[in-house]
């Protein structure tokens, strides 16, 4: 009705990644009397940028909220009634559950994350509103947007059409936070989606993420993490089209990556055949030892023994 607001939110982000300036927040801060709303002012810090932070912190007299540094995703499966002759499960069904720190009181002013997290699915609004709330919830860290986000991706790989993956990968790209492991486990995901254009998005994060964003360690992990939630070849197939990119990176996390799977799993073959066309493109031989120890145990005359022993010759020949 253009009357002025009663009183300005401290929260309102000065960038378009949610981050709140060092000037802006105490300035607003200073105005309000230090009469914020509790929620407002939590919001604000969790969005003040880290740069000069400390000092402003010092200087008003406040502290950061306790929140939640660390999630754990859990995967667990389920089997079908349904057996095979083998007496196995028909089919198998995975799900991820998100476990944060627990804290002493978590409140409105000490959020804390938890197993109860709802995904965009099941909360009210529109999906593209929901997804770039939790990116700017805390620009300084992924943890709140991973824990949010898991169970889209989770949802993607299956044979639905899964809208708010595409937008939370998105949101991630943009996203200004420090990665984990975790977060990793965002675009490992997404290069499994059912969805041709979603793996060539993960794809693409993948190749701009590692190492400048995530290590090749914490990559692996992430990696290594939901496995048994995909199908490999479409690891296989989206690895490829980082390699177009960053062929680099992906030598490197599949270096890492392979020794932490089953020789069994279906589709750990392509993954070779991946792992060695890279190696003869960019000149780089398989000589970490764990990774030759594990190339080593395979046997027979499969495609996956064959692309085993091919890049254990490559290690050989330096």
């Not at 300005?8 to 927040?25: E, N, V």
């Not at 929140?67 to 196995?88: A, C, F, N, Y």
């Not at 994350?113 to 992924?142: K, N, Y």
């Not at 977060?183 to 400048?212: K, N, S």
């Amino acid at each position: 009705r253009g009357e002025s607001a009663r009183r300005p939110l401290l929260a309102t982000p000065t960038d378009t990644h949610g981050l709140i300036s060092a000037a802006a927040f105490t300035e607003r801060y200073r105005e309000s009397d230090a009469d914020a709303l509790p929620a407002d002012l939590t919001q604000a810090l969790l969005r003040l940028q880290v740069d000069g932070r400390d000092a402003v912190l010092a200087d008003l007299g406040l502290q950061m909220p306790t929140i939640t540094e660390r999630i754990e995703i859990v995967w667990s499966s389920r089997g079908s009634d349904t057996l095979k002759k083998s007496g196995e499960p028909q089919w198998v069904w995975w799900s991820a559950a998100v476990r944060g720190e627990d804290l002493a009181e978590p409140s409105l002013t000490n959020p804390a994350l938890g197993p109860s997290l709802q995904s965009p699915q099941t909360r009210r609004g529109t999906s593209s509103l929901v997804t770039a709330e939790a990116a700017i919830a805390h620009p300084a860290s992924t943890t709140s947007f991973t824990a949010i986000a898991v169970r889209v991706m989770d949802d993607a790989i299956g044979d639905e059409v899964v809208h708010e993956a595409a937008p939370m990968l998105a949101a991630l790209a943009r996203h200004p936070g420090t990665w984990t492991a975790e977060t990793a486990q965002l675009v490992a995901l997404g290069m499994a989606g059912h969805r041709a254009d979603l793996r060539a998005q993960a794809a693409e994060i993948f190749a701009a993420a590692v190492p400048a964003r995530v290590s090749v360690g914490q990559a692996a992990a992430g990696f290594a993490a939901c496995a048994p939630a995909v199908v490999l070849t479409r690891w296989a197939a989206s690895f490829t089209d980082a390699a177009s990119i960053a062929p680099g990176a992906v030598v490197d996390v599949l270096t890492a990556l392979l020794p932490q799977l089953d020789l069994k799993t279906r589709g750990v073959g392509a993954l070779l055949t991946v792992m060695l066309d890279e190696s003869l493109r960019v000149g780089q031989a398989a000589s970490d030892s764990v990774l030759r120890e594990w190339l080593a145990r395979f046997g027979g005359s499969s495609a996956a023994a064959k692309a085993a022993k091919a890049l254990l010759a490559t290690g050989e020949a330096q």
